[in-house]
């Protein structure tokens, strides 16, 4: 499967943003997929997940209440939207999805096989 993100931007601290993660060359529907991020300067870390069928989320801390991850498996499509940014959310935002119909999806990046080639997110303070 191929994975292409998209929606990055520049938003002021408190705006919003919506990531898009769009598939193609297998059904997205067997898969869970998740979304990390690369600060400046800094290790990649996991920001949201969901199972292949949406029913199931998982968040880091740090994003919990602010941002939400879904799914629209008719379009292929996976979305974070990111609400009440700020600027420590600025990195450079990758989806990546992992062969699996398990309810619950991981945060783990090493166990996501496909990734996207990232997306920059800047929040200006």
């Known amino acids: 499967v191929q994975l292409q993100a998209s929606g990055g931007g520049l938003v002021q601290a408190g705006g919003s943003l919506r990531l898009s993660c769009a598939a193609s060359g297998r059904p997205f529907s067997s898969y869970a997929v998740a979304w990390f991020r690369q600060a400046p300067g800094k290790e990649r870390e996991f920001v949201a997940s969901i199972n292949w069928s949406g029913a199931s989320t998982l968040y880091a801390d740090s994003v919990k209440g602010r941002f939400t991850i879904s799914r629209d498996n008719a379009k292929n499509t996976v979305y974070l939207q990111m609400n009440s940014m700020k600027p420590e959310d600025t990195a450079i935002y990758y989806c990546?999805?992992?062969?699996?119909?398990?309810?619950?999806?991981?945060?783990?990046?090493?166990?996501?096989?496909?990734w996207g080639q990232g997306t920059l997110v800047t929040v200006s303070s």
């Open positions: 990546a999805a992992d062969l699996s119909l398990l309810y619950y999806s991981t945060s783990n990046q090493y166990e996501y096989g496909y």
